[in-house]
């Protein structure tokens, strides 16, 4: 018999990569989708998707409307994706940032808890837990210093799935993952920031690109590549927490390099530093250590940054040639 997946943050990056998984693996899949959010379904309907997966009007700030969508499907697989994602903003809105990213994962396990508690739960958590760092490569034991109240609130959300796990006996894991990019990603992050920017400015739409801090470092990876690494989770018998990443860290100012020079430009020509795009507090170096995912669940990167990033322009290439 088919499966039954619920995912939050459908209409995002990963809810959208991660939905295309599970139909292809046969699942009816359902997707919360709080009818007050901004986002579309653009992602959907650039996968192909969006008639296929099957929308419910839930919030994480409401628990009742998570209780309803819960007893609606009768998920198998609950992967919680949704959150305010962006780390610039939760210091404008660190109260909701904590609402959604840290009591919404409360709301959402007591709900599986108390309508479906065989099912399982996947915890979207990130490596901006681990903020100013403890070790130089991170993994599943290194010690966590938020820099960021969206990395605070994700820490709570991990802590608590841990917590759900130990307490009732649920399997509940989490995913720490680093930073992961595609073509879908929203035009607020980095790296699409970039490659749009290198679309525009290629095609004469655009003279220059600010940027904030551009000697920080992240551990960048692809999307599609993440998602399956979030399955593999709920597909072991025992729930645990995987670092999922690629082992390699790369600067703002070599990204930068790397899609410039793709379309024949140099960086140093367009790119203009704005301290005030500066985070008040910085997160220098991310770099990921997947050994475990790599044992454990047969999970690794597949696709290189270069690989990644040459997908990213080409794609703003004919999105920006369309306008």
């Known amino acids: 018999m088919s499966k039954t997946s619920l995912v939050t943050g459908v209409t995002g990056q990963d809810g959208a990569y991660l939905s295309r998984l599970l139909l292809a693996k046969g699942h009816r899949v359902f997707g919360m989708y709080p009818r007050r959010t901004s986002d579309t379904l653009w992602r959907l309907r650039e996968l192909g998707i969006a008639d296929d997966v099957r929308l419910l009007d839930a919030d994480l700030t409401d628990m009742a409307s998570m209780v309803r969508a819960i007893q609606t499907c009768e998920p198998d697989e609950l992967y919680n994706l949704g959150a305010q994602s962006f780390v610039f903003s939760s210091w404008n809105q660190p109260i909701l940032t904590g609402?959604?990213?840290?009591?919404g994962v409360t709301r959402l396990l007591e709900a599986l808890r108390l309508v479906r508690p065989t099912a399982r739960f996947y915890q979207a958590s990130t490596s901006e837990m681990f903020g100013l760092i403890q070790a130089e490569r991170q993994d599943e034991k290194t010690p966590f210093h938020p820099r960021s109240p969206y990395g605070v609130a994700k820490l709570y959300g991990h802590w608590i799935t841990v917590n759900y796990r130990e307490s009732f006996g649920m399997h509940a894991?989490?995913?720490?993952l680093f930073n992961h990019e595609s073509p879908l990603r929203g035009l607020e992050f980095v790296t699409r920031k970039v490659t749009d920017a290198v679309a525009r400015i290629k095609l004469g739409r655009q003279k220059a690109l600010r940027l904030g801090n551009m000697d920080a470092k992240?551990?960048?990876g692809f999307a599609g590549d993440y998602v399956e690494a979030m399955w593999l989770m709920?597909?072991?018998d025992q729930p645990e927490d995987f670092v999922v990443a690629t082992g390699r860290t790369t600067s703002v100012r070599e990204?930068?390099?790397i899609a410039f020079e793709h379309v024949g430009l140099r960086y140093e020509d367009h790119v203009q530093v704005d301290p005030a795009l500066f985070r008040p507090a910085e997160v220098d170096v991310l770099c990921g250590n997947p050994a475990k995912a790599r044992e454990v669940l047969g999970w690794q990167a597949k696709t290189t940054l270069e690989e990644l990033i040459v997908m990213m322009v080409e794609a703003d290439l004919r999105r920006v040639a369309r306008e």
Not at 99 to 103: F, N, P
Not at 173 to 176: A, N
């Open 99 to 103: 609402e959604v990213s840290g009591m």
């Open 218 to 220: 992240r551990d960048w």
């Open 234 to 236: 709920l597909q072991q």
């Open 255 to 257: 990204m930068c390099r």
């Open 173 to 176: 894991s989490s995913g720490i």
